[in-house]
């Protein structure tokens, strides 16, 4: 069965570069929610789309920004990266506003150096 | 403000054994409660997802119970084997945000 892909599922960065990641949900999935997971951390909800329309903010940057597209995948555009940047970042697609299972992508871990 | 609290942080046991990890939850209102497991450097994976009137849902050598009145949650795992070892994390439903819980460091040995 399809799951959620994430590219790219690594990717080295400098300070101040900019950074794009993407998500392609399960098919037919209406939600994507983006996870910012530090070492050792729980995930922190960055951002989520419902419909192609942002539903919920949680503690994204201001130099963050993402979107979902007409096709439901979604890009989390980061810019003026600094070293704190540096994580794994989950991107999870549901049916239903999260009502449904919730499922997952393996992340793209960014390195800011 | 919404929390999930998990229990313990971190816990070591020997293959084959059974454990049981917890989760406290102040989250209204309530959808669901879900548990995943997540390898290190991996995407969580879902384990069990209940709702209001759930009390208990297996998954192989997995059980979660659900007590909504108490707002409590446990994950049991029976006969533990080696790849069990992952960090075990309880997220929380309710009003269309999801609230995660800190996870709990499982580690199985010989």
């Known amino acids: 069965a399809a799951g959620v892909i994430q590219s790219p599922r690594h990717l080295i960065k400098e300070k101040r570069e900019t950074a794009t990641l993407k998500c392609y949900p399960i098919p037919r999935h209406d939600t994507v929610y983006w996870y910012q997971q530090g070492p050792g951390q729980d995930p922190q909800f960055l951002i989520s789309f419902y419909e192609k329309m942002q539903s919920d903010k949680g503690s994204i940057p201001d130099r963050f920004s993402a979107q979902q597209f007409s096709d439901y995948h979604s890009e989390l555009n980061m810019s003026s990266l600094e070293l704190g940047d540096s994580a794994l970042y989950f991107c999870?697609?549901?049916?239903?506003?999260?009502?449904?299972?919730?499922?997952f992508g393996e992340g793209s871990r960014l390195t800011v150096l | 403000k919404n929390q999930v609290e998990q229990s313990p942080q971190s816990l070591i046991i020997l293959e084959g054994k059974n454990c049981t990890l917890q989760c406290n939850y102040t989250v209204s209102p309530f959808s669901n409660l879900r548990w995943y497991k997540q390898d290190t450097g991996r995407g969580p994976v879902s384990l069990t997802i209940m709702t209001f009137s759930e009390n208990t849902k297996s998954n192989g050598r997995y059980t979660a119970t659900l007590d909504a009145d108490t707002k409590q949650s446990s994950l049991h795992i029976t006969a533990s084997q080696l790849s069990d070892s992952a960090s075990y994390i309880c997220?929380?439903?309710?009003?269309?945000?999801?609230?995660f819980g800190t996870g709990t460091q499982l580690k199985v040995e010989l």
């Open positions: 999870a697609s549901s049916l239903a506003r999260g009502a449904g299972e919730l499922f």
């Open positions: 997220v929380v439903s309710g009003g269309n945000k999801l609230t």
